[in-house]
């Protein structure tokens, strides 16, 4: 076993010097640390198969990765994740999910109950954040997954209530988190804004309208009154648009002068300009709305990274652990999703990946016991220089995300089977977030490197 860590640690620095790694300065290369276990904590990017339960089992999924041996394909498709690579690195068991289960619509077969499993110590849950319990396809968002997104505060707590309080001091302890704090936040600032936008461009709409409509009347000001009222009436009525157009339409016909309104060659055109008022309106308060709001979801960032260094240190060192790596977050704004987006929630994305690796920079760089990875830095290498990573796709998703091929959308029931067309085995993203297996070596590799260079491998 000894000969064997030391192969795949050489393996791993010579193929990370073909990658853009840099090897440490040469010394002696007896392993350092004899791990008795692996324990992890965090979200999707390290999650061993929380919910390969019901449909997902079914449809053989389980992983946020492209699922299952593949390697017949190619020999990059092993279906596995960093933190199963870095087991057998380290030459312990392979990881198996502490808990297993999903609490969604049990019509579409994701109502399983939630199962604990003495002995396995991959705590990392799909969606889950820092320590909020609610996080992406969680039953209280709407989803019909039910994902259980237990935050690392309670996979740490759960660890420590299985082991008696305390790490024996062996093992190694992996955490990476936050990514879903990050998202969260997005998407409950993208509702907002699109509320803020859609109440907006109501008001824009009617007040457009009602002026184009009362103009050509004998006294246009008290036409307005009068449409006005009509159109408000049928608005807190929860009339559509089409209705208030049509209330305010015939308000204006009766007014004095003003019959030729109830022409269509007449009030069309005002309904046009009205429906331009109001997207233009409504652009402008949802964009308002959102530069606005950016800066707290950056602070919000800093907390939870700052939750985060004091879960690590309060929780972890201070309960035995001696050989705990943080990775920081990778390039989000660089994945399929963060290409999506408008430059403004790029530069936005960025300001709250930043926050948060600052705080666990500021937080942990200190600690003796703590070997924090910038997963940022290389990721973003990966995404502007992939070449020399053997990467040859870092924009797109591998799996075919389409509904017909992939009811949930998601790579965690991507597999073999789902696949686009063509040879993806080098691409860095089985879906919009996630990597494939192949960008999932390059992290254990790149893990191993910053173990090695600690000398804690």
Not at 114 to 139: D, E, F, I, L, Q
Request: with cysteine.
């Amino acid at each position: 076993m000894r000969h064997t860590k030391l192969a795949l640690a050489a393996m791993a620095l010579a193929v990370l010097a073909g990658c853009g790694g840099t090897d440490p300065a040469p010394g002696d290369q007896t392993v350092k640390v004899k791990y008795s276990a692996q324990v992890s904590f965090g979200d999707s990017l390290s999650d061993v198969g929380s919910y390969n339960v019901g449909t997902v089992a079914a449809l053989k999924g389980g992983k946020f990765t492209i699922n299952g041996d593949n390697t017949a394909i190619n020999a990059t498709l092993t279906g596995k994740n960093w933190t199963e690579l870095m087991a057998a690195q380290i030459g312990v068991a392979a990881p198996c999910a502490a808990v297993t289960g999903l609490d969604g619509d049990a019509t579409k077969g994701f109502s399983v109950p939630a199962t604990p499993h003495a002995g396995c110590y991959g705590y990392a849950m799909g969606g889950s954040r820092v320590t909020n319990p609610v996080g992406p396809s969680n039953k209280l968002t709407g989803s019909a997954l039910g994902a259980l997104t237990y935050p690392v505060v309670t996979q740490i707590a759960n660890h420590l209530k299985a082991v008696g309080g305390k790490f024996k001091g062996d093992e190694l302890v992996l955490v990476m988190a936050g990514g879903n704090d990050a998202f969260y936040q997005l998407t409950a600032l993208s509702t907002a804004a699109t509320a803020a936008g859609t109440a907006a461009g109501g008001t824009a709409y009617v007040t457009s309208l009602v002026g184009q409509l009362a103009a050509g009347a004998t006294d246009p000001k008290s036409a307005a009154v009068a449409i006005g009222t009509a159109a408000q009436t049928a608005a807190a009525s929860g009339a559509s648009q089409t209705v208030i157009t049509q209330a305010a339409i015939g308000a204006a016909a009766v007014q004095p002068g003003n019959s030729a309104v109830a022409s269509p060659a007449v009030y069309g055109p005002m309904v046009t300009k009205a429906t331009a008022d109001a997207t233009a309106a409504g652009q402008k308060a949802g964009a308002d709305y959102a530069t606005a709001h950016g800066p707290d979801l950056v602070a919000a960032m800093a907390q939870a990274g700052t939750e985060l260094v004091a879960l690590v240190k309060t929780q972890l060192v201070a309960n035995g652990a001696n050989y705990v790596v943080v990775n920081n977050l990778p390039d989000v704004a660089t994945t399929p999703l963060g290409r999506s987006q408008p430059a403004a929630t790029q530069t936005l994305i960025n300001a709250m990946v930043s926050a948060y690796n600052a705080s666990l920079t500021s937080g942990l760089s200190s600690e003796t016991k703590v070997l924090l990875v910038d997963v940022f830095a290389v990721s973003h290498d990966q995404a502007t220089n992939p070449g020399p990573y053997g990467l040859t796709n870092v924009s797109e998703t591998a799996c075919d995300l389409t509904t017909a091929k992939n009811p949930l959308g998601s790579s965690l029931v991507c597999n073999g089977s789902n696949l686009k067309s063509g040879d993806v085995s080098h691409w860095s993203f089985a879906d919009d977030v996630h990597p494939s297996p192949y960008n999932n070596l390059l992290l254990a590799r790149y893990v191993s490197k910053a173990l090695v260079t600690k000398g804690w491998l």
